[in-house]
């Protein structure tokens, strides 16, 4: 048995897709929602499923699990977040493929003038997110409601950020269905056809936000492409076992 934990999880991708996964290659396993309210439920789950041989960790626990876990690899260690755990012999070790997914959809898209990135969302997702554009070397500024040291506020984003940060990647669920009417507040009339916009969000496939920068001429992508890829290397992670 594989699952997926978070909450509320009422939009989740992964359950279809493996169960899918599982199906189509013959394949007597199962993959199931386990809406978590307190990631403190975790301890109880694992006692109730003992078949539990790996977990997705989505919003709002994946940084919060990481007390919970016996180990991290490295790249969930650097990044602070972890998405995937593999279940061995009652040790949970935790991964992130996250900035996997990203990394792998964002790359085709880039163009020579995408040196800076603004990354609106500081929670577990964005972590990925900055650690990729590290490792791809692009610059970025984290965008937040609250202000702290080391990021702005969502008021400071100017027509002179907008011109300077032709990348722009969107980790809220801002957009996410059902809430489908809702946007992170930038300055979109800044927008133009240098911009390349992403959505980690894939339901809509089209966001406010995606439709926002569309209008201005900018190229969008939504997150579908990297919730494929994340979720294919955390089978490579639950197999590599």
Request: net charge positive; aromatic share 10%.
């Given at each position: 048995m594989?699952?997926?934990?978070?909450?509320?999880?009422?939009?989740?991708?992964?359950?279809?897709?493996?169960?899918?996964?599982f199906e189509q290659l013959g394949l007597p396993l199962t993959y199931s929602k386990f809406p978590l309210a307190h990631i403190s439920e975790l301890k109880a789950l694992l006692a109730r499923?003992?078949?539990?041989?790996?977990?997705?960790?989505?919003?709002?626990?994946?940084?919060?699990?990481?007390?919970l876990l016996d180990e991290l690899d490295d790249t969930a260690r650097?990044?602070?977040?972890?998405?995937?755990?593999?279940?061995?012999?009652?040790?949970?070790k935790g991964f992130n493929t996250d900035a996997t997914g990203f990394t792998q959809s964002l790359k085709p898209l880039l163009q020579p003038w995408h040196t800076h990135a603004l990354v609106l969302g500081t929670g577990g997702a964005?972590?990925?997110?900055?650690?990729?554009?590290?490792?791809?070397?692009?610059?970025?500024?984290?965008?937040?409601?609250?202000?702290?040291?080391?990021?702005?506020?969502?008021g400071a984003v100017d027509k002179a950020m907008m011109e300077r940060h032709l990348?722009?990647?969107?980790?809220?669920?801002l957009g996410m269905v059902p809430d489908t009417g809702h946007c992170p507040g930038i300055p979109y009339a800044h927008i133009g056809r240098q911009h390349l916009l992403y959505d980690l969000i894939y339901h809509p496939a089209?966001?406010?936000?995606?439709?926002?920068g569309k209008a201005q001429g900018a190229q969008i992508k939504?997150?579908?492409e990297m919730l494929i890829a994340q979720a294919e290397a955390a089978w490579a992670i639950w197999n590599s076992h």
């Open positions: 594989y699952g997926i934990i978070g909450y509320p999880l009422l939009q989740t991708f992964s359950p279809g897709y493996f169960n899918h996964k499923e003992p078949r539990l041989l790996g977990l997705n960790v989505t919003i709002p626990h994946k940084e919060a699990v990481i007390p650097a990044i602070g977040a972890v998405n995937t755990i593999r279940i061995s012999k009652g040790r949970l964005s972590k990925a997110v900055t650690y990729s554009l590290q490792q791809l070397g692009i610059a970025f500024t984290l965008v937040s409601r609250s202000a702290a040291p080391g990021q702005l506020t969502y990348l722009i990647i969107n980790t809220t669920p089209e966001t406010l936000f995606l439709g926002k939504n997150g579908y």
